[in-house]
């Protein structure tokens, strides 16, 4: 049976990493005072350092804010140094290191085990789903690549173009328009742009 921070860890984590849209490097260099409130306790952003020291601001919910106080209250009130105190960490003889992205990894296992004995089907949770979801869902809203880009601290657009990947909504829409005699992308024996997608992706997850 789960204590009740732990679950209040979990509600946070989770969510925190689907609306942050950061990979996991991203969010374990996170500090207290990267959370940063604008005007009142309802509205938050994350002030981001990514990858080549590009520095950019994510917006976060108002549910995320909610179970960030509460995490708050637990992990990390009584550190006399919260402000510079990562935000995900861990204590090993009394002292507060950086988590690693295997202690991650063994987290998200402990909550599928949670998580699936109340829905079996749930999919493997992994840090990069969280991720992934958070562009679909972007892009899906009708937030354009660019900005979905930017979000995720992408530089590169085409790599974003990865996370566009097609809903059975969308693939759909996309059969009945060449059903219509819509130009179809590959028309004229042209290659596809993004046909080396898994190479794409492999980039992306840092496997290459």
Known sequence: MLQRKQVYEINFSLLFFHDSGCGVQDILDLKVKDFV?????????????????????????????KLF????????????NEQNTYLFYTVKKGIISQMSSDNVQRFLKVYEKEAKKIQLDLPHLHAHLFRHTRAIRLYM????????????????L????????????????????????????????????YANGDEILRKLCGLK
């Open 37 to 65: 409130f604008k005007r009142n306790d309802n509205k938050a952003e994350l002030r981001i350092l990514g990858k080549g020291r590009k520095y950019r601001v994510t917006p976060v919910t108002k549910e995320v804010v």
């Open 69 to 80: 106080h509460k995490y708050f209250r637990i992990y990390h009130f009584e550190d006399d």
């Open 141 to 156: 809203a009708g937030v354009p690549l660019p900005l979905v880009a930017e979000w995720l601290g992408n530089s590169n």
């Open 158 to 193: 085409e790599t974003t173009q990865i996370y566009a990947q097609s809903t059975v909504e969308m693939k759909r829409k996309a059969v009945d328009k060449l059903a219509n005699g819509e130009k179809s992308v590959f028309d004229n024996d042209v290659t596809f742009k």
